[in-house]
């Protein structure tokens, strides 16, 4: 009895997130330094995701939206391409306060060369965009051929895009992913382990980013936009397994 009563919890558990999920996404691409032309391709990519994968999207650049009430419909919010100071102390608060609660954290490309000033966030997306060199051919390693964002990936991907290298290897803190084979294209200065894509559970909430997504073909490519989708579905809640890394204290 006491065993079928357990599993009756795990199935409305399970339950609830799913219905959860099945909700919405919010994503947010405002800028306040460089602004990629991709941004308007990365949302109705994103859009055609959540069209073929269940849930509602939403796009805005408004960050009033960053507010306890009108964030909480949202399983996820996908920083896409943001850059620069975004959100005031009030809207970082209530984004704090949106993980803390559980939601996600979606980081596509310069949303790590947003909020430097911002060590939480820095946790959150796990390492700051440090520089780049040309756009170029490079091949990427898949290291999680598992995780709902690298599983449909061969395991060594080719393509072109803007390559970050970042202030700090983010390996340690995060669930790397895939990584940047230094040896195929020029300009990389972070030698044989270079993270390009990570997740991980943090302050309460889970957490994807990938540094993939300069260019406005991406948005077109079916495998990266299998990709982005994996990274959403984990990000929002989705029955899709990201291994429990260690735990990364929030610093403030």
Same mark, same amino acid.
């Given at each position: 009895m006491r065993v079928a009563a357990a599993l009756l919890l795990v199935l409305v558990f399970a339950g609830s997130r799913a219905g959860e999920v099945a909700g919405r996404v919010l994503v947010f691409s405002k800028t306040a330094g460089f602004r990629?032309? &991709?941004?308007? %391709?990365?949302?109705? /990519?994103?859009?055609?995701? #959540? +069209? @073929?994968?269940?849930?509602a999207v939403d796009a805005t650049e408004d960050a009033s939206v960053f507010d306890d009430g009108r964030l909480a419909p949202y399983?996820?919010?996908?920083?896409?391409?943001?850059? #620069?100071?975004?959100?005031d102390e009030s809207q970082q608060a209530a984004f704090q306060r949106y993980i803390e609660k559980g939601r996600g954290f979606v980081g596509v490309h +310069? /949303?790590?060369?947003?909020?430097?000033?911002?060590?939480?966030? #820095?946790?959150?997306?796990?390492? *700051?965009?440090?520089?780049? !060199? /040309?756009?170029?051919?490079?091949?990427?390693?898949?290291? %999680?051929?598992v995780h709902s964002s690298t599983k449909s990936l061969p !395991?060594?991907? &080719?393509?072109? %895009?803007?390559? *970050?290298?970042?202030?700090?290897? !983010?390996?340690?803190?995060?669930?790397?992913?895939?990584?940047?084979? @230094?040896?195929?294209?020029s300009g990389g200065e972070m030698g044989s382990d270079h993270p390009i894509a990570w997740c991980q559970f943090f302050?309460?909430?889970?957490?994807? *980013?990938?540094?993939? #997504?300069?260019?406005? @073909? &991406? *948005? +077109? @490519?079916?495998l990266f936009l299998a990709h982005l989708s994996g990274g959403i579905r984990f990000a929002a809640g989705f029955p899709d397994a990201c291994p429990v890394v260690r735990s990364v204290q929030p610093r403030r």
């Open positions: 990629h032309d &991709s941004i308007p %391709d990365g949302i109705a /990519a994103i859009r055609r995701i #959540g +069209s @073929e994968g269940g849930f399983a996820a919010v996908v920083f896409l391409c943001t850059t #620069g100071d975004v959100l +310069s /949303a790590a060369d947003t909020e430097h000033d911002w060590l939480w966030y #820095g946790a959150l997306v796990g390492a *700051y965009f440090k520089s780049h !060199p /040309a756009i170029q051919p490079a091949t990427i390693a898949v290291a %999680d051929p !395991p060594l991907w &080719s393509r072109t %895009d803007e390559w *970050y290298n970042f202030q700090t290897d !983010p390996r340690g803190r995060v669930h790397v992913l895939a990584l940047l084979d @230094e040896q195929t294209y302050d309460g909430g889970r957490a994807w *980013y990938t540094a993939l #997504g300069h260019t406005r @073909e &991406s *948005y +077109s @490519e079916p």
